[in-house]
């Protein structure tokens, strides 16, 4: 993973030392609340609604079992010991207090970590495939060029104080896309032109919130010499040009509707005009030298199938379990990449204790060269693991409570931290993600209904992704009292589409429920092999409504 | 009349910035720009023109920046950054030489990112201590992009 010379350990250490001096004058009553706010938000802190929160970022989602052990450590003695992992590739800390802040991050500059850019209306932290490098048919490995996009917008001078927060996600593999790049700001996908060379198809204005849309594409063809340069054009036409007169409306996704992809287009070409070619142009060394950062470990020449995991899978059921849906295909022969579930029935969804954090550490220096990964449905992944270990990794990982083998199934849930902790919720989210695990705690009957994405957030702007779950829960408030909206229908990958609302919102109690009733519909009516998704689009939302509704009626 | 930062210095302002269309335009003056434009004929000579949030910068492309002393950029509050693009714009794409100074609602915070897209000079709210903002008058070290006046990113240095 990418290493950090004296140049860049030095501007994190300066960062450390800036906003020790800011967060000294806010207490001191020399910089204003108002005046605090955007400073503290660039470096990820929020205020909540009990206490402030603290985002960290994990750059792509690679993190070493000795940044890991440090997250740990901090969430021990700064914190309630322990951590949520976010669907951005970040970690919160739900309980610091301000004035410790300061102390937190000259710790994670000891391990090469920050909070830089993790909020704010700035562009954030660079997403990816948590597969990246390891999965078999990706075109090349995106982490580099998410290192070079990291490097780009970190204190990037003209794009501190954009109209709205602004995230990037990158994409590199045809078969699926696992960072939801169409409903990113920009979303970036990594190909090979017909000489070879590689470059970016460019998606532009998707997001979620209040106004969920699908991003369109403004090329389909960027040399990766010229996307420092697209990039900055992109940005510069959104900086000026964006609405800044109303939040809601302000994000790049309403800057492309009003003018039209054509007209924004040919904005940002006049302005990539002027930039094209010259100093931000990325010349061959730097790809080398960033590649070089992420060059393969030393994998062992190996058989796939071992004769340990063939006779495993053929007398444990559970362990087929695990290895099924858990595990995935990997490029090498004889090692396979592992998905450390944290979905264990009584915990929220993506939240790790700091003994599970020390816990995954350790199962990473074992079994897997020392990295993890972290996926943007809220797990830990272990990438490199011999397929001959996946029996002890397994053992391992069921004591420490992240071999849930429900990957990609109806328990997999996203779900943001909602009313429990945020001060923009309508809702809780955590109790009906617990409702949801205690009702569909049969798992031949999870396997049998197969890969849906639940999404649940709390409010609407979205945290949790309801918009894009092919069943969608969104919190919202009538009269101080929680209720429930589902819609069905939504999607993130290379098929992204916005799911469309049932119907009349849901008290908390019903919610397995309705969910049962729309499983029920989606049994009756599927064709073999036919994924809920697939159903939903075949058959519409009508019989799922008339399901959901029917004792009303 | 107020002091203000420029090159690093606390400095007397010796131009005065007039935000209102009615005042009486001077040698002095900094004149808005779509004022001074519509008006150039008639206004006489001006120290500079400033430019409003929203205004953008294409409209001077074809006026010879060089007759003015400084060009204001107005910030109407210091979280609307369209003014970091103006000043950048300013400098790499009209090739203006002279002074870039900061008007409005910005913060000794934000010192760091507005020299390096090419302001140097501030003319503060009247309530910031300029001594303790000059402590903030300095970037980073070090940074990975290119700005104005260094265009080569990290990569063409490291």
Known sequence: ?553 | MPKLIKNGEIVDNTYNWLQDAEQTVTQDSIVAAQKWLSEKETIGNVAGIWLEAGDGVEFLQDVDLSQFDVIGVHFPAFTDGRGFSYARLLRERLNYQGEIRALGHFIPDQLGYLLRVGFNSFQFSEEVDLEKALDLHKPFSIAYQGDVADPRPLFLRR
């Open chain 1, 1 to 553: 993973m990418y290493q950090y010379d004296a140049i860049d350990q030095q501007l994190v250490e300066e960062r450390v030392a800036q906003f020790r001096d800011q967060t000294r004058r806010y207490l001191n009553q020399e910089l204003s609340e108002q005046e605090f706010l955007p400073l503290r938000l660039q470096n990820g802190l929020y205020v909540q609604r009990y206490a402030p929160m603290l985002r960290i970022a994990i750059p792509y989602g690679m993190l070493s079992s000795a940044q890991l052990r440090k997250l740990a450590d901090i969430s021990c003695r700064y914190d309630r010991s322990y951590g949520h992992f976010s669907t951005r590739q970040n970690l919160q800390l739900n309980w610091p207090k301000i004035e410790d802040v300061p102390d937190i991050l000259a710790e994670l500059a000891e391990v090469q970590m920050h909070a830089v850019q993790t909020s704010g209306n700035c562009i954030r932290n660079t997403t990816t495939d948590q597969y990246a490098g390891v999965i078999s048919d990706e075109t090349v490995d995106p982490r580099p060029y998410c290192e070079l996009i990291r490097q780009w917008s970190t204190f990037h001078p003209e794009f501190a104080f954009l109209p709205r927060k602004f995230k990037i996600a990158v994409n590199a593999t045809e078969s699926s896309d696992r960072a939801a790049t169409q409903v990113h700001d920009i979303g970036l996908h990594i190909k090979k032109n017909e000489a070879g060379e590689i470059g970016f198809k460019v998606i532009v204005g998707g997001g979620l919130g209040r106004t969920p849309m699908v991003g369109v594409t403004i090329s389909e063809f960027i040399p990766r010499v010229d996307l420092l340069t697209y990039l900055d054009a992109i940005i510069r036409v959104y900086n000026q040009q964006g609405r800044r007169d109303n939040k809601y409306k302000a994000r790049i996704k309403i800057l492309v509707k009003a003018l039209g992809i054509e007209e924004f287009r040919s904005r940002v070409d006049a302005e990539w005009a002027h930039l094209k070619g010259k100093e931000s142009t990325v010349p061959m060394s730097e790809f080398e030298r960033l590649q070089g950062f992420f060059s393969e470990p030393n994998y062992d020449a190996l058989e796939n199938n071992p004769a340990n995991l063939t006779s495993k899978l053929a007398e444990s059921a559970g362990f087929a379990r695990w290895f099924e849906r858990n595990t995935f295909e990997h490029k090498k022969a004889g090692y396979r990449i592992v998905t450390l579930t944290l979905k264990k029935a009584g915990q929220a969804p993506g939240d790790a204790t700091a003994e599970q954090m020390h816990k995954a550490a350790n199962l990473a220096d074992q079994f897997s060269f020392g990295e993890l990964r972290v996926s943007h449905e809220q797990n830990l992944v272990l990438a490199d693991v011999r397929q001959e270990e996946l029996v002890n990794l397994w053992e391992a990982a069921k004591e420490a409570g992240f071999a849930t083998p429900t990957l990609g199934l109806l328990t997999d849930m996203i779900c943001c931290p909602g009313g429990d902790f945020c001060a923009l919720a309508n809702a809780k989210s955590i109790p009906i993600a617990a409702q949801i695990q205690e009702t569909f705690n049969d798992l031949d009957y999870l396997y049998d209904l197969g890969n849906i994405d639940l999404n649940i957030s709390g409010c609407m702007n979205a945290c949790g992704h309801h918009h894009v779950g092919n069943i969608g829960i969104l919190g919202v408030d009538k009269k101080g009292e929680e209720f429930y909206q589902i819609s069905i229908g939504g999607a993130s990958g290379h098929d992204a589409s916005i799911g469309k609302i049932l119907g009349p919102s849901f008290a908390q109690e019903e919610i397995s429920s309705v969910i049962q009733k729309l499983m029920d519909v989606y049994v009756a009516n599927r064709t073999e092999e036919e994924r809920f998704i697939d159903t939903y689009r075949r058959v519409g939302i009508t019989p799922f409504k008339e399901a959901a509704y029917a004792k009303a009626n």
